[in-house]
């Protein structure tokens, strides 16, 4: 053999030596392969069911399914040995604790998953959804979630379906006794029927005030607010119920400081948010619109034979609609046969015929019904409020060619006294559309919770 090879043979074995004598005596030295892929799995799936039966009143998470449209709904959740859990939301007013079965399963990750019937499956039933927009779709849950570890005591999870985070907070005793109270405050963020309509969202940044219109959409728990001096800026965030307030998400940011958590006011009926510095977030009652236009000029008689129609099977679902509105409203379809829908509630200007509201009837049979009421129209133009003066004309039919004269009916008074309130209406066009792409407008008592929205069929 020659001498190179035979030098060359002897360095590698020197070096192969000194490795092997080098990894024997580094004691500090982890084991990489200690463990068999299945034994880490099932150390993670250990962890993640002790953590999971670790709190003694079980967890709580507000569960905003997709914050850009959906608001949070909070649910209460203990797990029990043999993979039972118990379950309890404010999804609705049934508030009542559930029992069912979870498990913990490898998918892309380890997770929970809620493998029997709970009322964290309300949220995923594609045969209910809070808005056409969502037919098929549901709210947008999950009862699926991918386990991201600890936090502060806190369990992180994202859910399967659209990868949100999904955050569980070690629950009290006192959680499960006032779940029911998260439903007192949902009627104090839709308004008090006592209160006045019109609703504003203050943003103080430590040094001004921008004031924004709040509009809430209670079957979405989402709200929307634009701002009212010109910026066109836009405030949106899904709402979540707690026994004292809202908590709400995306956070409001101002000054840099998010504030998520509004603590609610029985006195005014305000929500407030509170940071640093006078920075503050609040939402309050007006006594009037925040900014009064001019689009009551449309319906003057120089435009002629307009109409703006309530239709029932969309518009009713409109967060623009006030609670004393949707309650006459269905005191009038209550009083009529078994069967029978108000289709239809619009007003009409300048047509040949006069101004009148039209209340249209289906009834069971889908046999369609007229009432007229006939008025007149007249504006204060530096209230810029309209005024439809009722006359004691009322007519009915099958439509208005074949209507006759009628005695005023009892069970519309109530509903055509604010409509025709001598106090007065707003008449706004808002910036939004509702199931259509007809331009959306409402109808606001001047003087009291009285709102209607309409489509423009002119």
Known sequence: MKLKNIVQYLIIGFLTIQLFSACANDTDAEPKFDKTPAERLNEQKSELN??????????????????????GYTHLIKFLPNNKVEMASDFNSDTKTYTSEYSVV???????????????????????????????????????????????????????????????????????????????????????????????????????????????????????????????SVISMGVGYTPTGIVVSPAVTVAGQK??????????????????????????????????????????????????????????????????FLALFRAVEASRPAGTTLSRVQPWFNTPNGSYVEYRFT??????????HFFTLSADQTKKIIYLTPTTKWTSGSTFAAAVDIPAPAYLKDLDDQIMNPGGLYFKRESFTVGATNPVFTFTSATGPFRFTTWAFQ
């Open 259 to 324: 504030l998520s958590a509004f603590t609610y006011n029985d006195t005014d009926g305000s929500f407030i948010a509170t940071g640093t510095g006078g920075v503050t977030a609040t939402i309050k009652y007006g006594n009037q619109p925040l900014a009064l236009t001019d689009d009551y000029k449309i319906l003057l008689p120089a435009n002629s034979n307009l109409v703006y129609g309530h239709d029932r099977s969309i518009l009713t679902l409109a967060s623009t609609n006030s609670a004393s």
């Open 50 to 71: 002790t953590a999971l039966l670790s709190s003694e009143f079980g967890w709580k998470a507000v569960y905003f399914t997709d914050d850009t449209q959906l608001g």
């Open 106 to 232: 490898l998918g892309s990750t380890m997770s929970l998953l809620f493998n029997t019937y709970n009322r964290i499956h309300l949220l995923s039933d594609s045969n209910s959804f809070p808005i056409p927009a969502l037919r098929g779709k549901g709210y947008l849950g999950d009862f699926q979630f991918l386990y991201y570890g600890q936090e502060n005591g806190d369990l992180v999870f994202r859910s399967n379906r659209l990868v949100r985070e999904v955050r569980f907070v070690k629950a009290t005793a006192q959680d499960w006794t006032d779940l029911p109270k998260n439903l007192a405050t949902e009627k104090n963020v839709i308004g008090a029927s006592t209160r006045p309509l019109f609703r504003s969202l203050e943003v103080n940044d430590g040094a001004k005030v921008t004031r924004y219109d709040f509009s809430f959409t209670t079957a979405t728990r989402y709200a929307v607010s634009r701002a009212v001096d010109g910026s066109e």
């Open 363 to 372: 009834s069971a049979t889908g046999v369609i019904t007229r009432v007229y």
